[in-house]
């Protein structure tokens, strides 16, 4: 009775790897399916000391609904071959936009 018992509760926790491993036991967040914001920007020419930030405020003409790291992030993404801390005056760049 006992090899029987070792043996099912050996089976069982074969199995229960076995589908966590697959399938996953951890739902998933439904942050991680929404858009990101490289499907949502505006094009913007900077000027002479324009930040990131300062220009993300003024395309949203109120408080944004992200944090900065979140929009320094969003702006790397969608401009993958430019320097976040460095933008220069008179370029074009992409900024991501926020719905609240």
């Not at 220009?55 to 109120?62: A, L």
């Amino acid at each position: 009775m006992k090899r029987l018992f070792s043996a099912l509760l050996v089976i069982f926790f074969s199995f229960v790897i076995y589908y966590d491993l697959k399938n996953g036991t951890l739902p998933v967040s439904s942050i991680q399916n929404e858009p990101h914001a490289e499907e949502q920007f505006m094009e913007v020419k900077v000027k002479e000391g324009d930040t990131v930030l300062s220009i993300v405020e003024k395309i949203h003409n109120k408080p944004v609904p992200a944090s900065i790291e979140e929009i320094i992030k969003d702006f790397g993404e969608l401009n993958s071959n430019e320097d976040v801390y460095s933008i220069q005056a008179g370029k074009t760049y992409k900024f991501p936009l926020y719905n609240n």
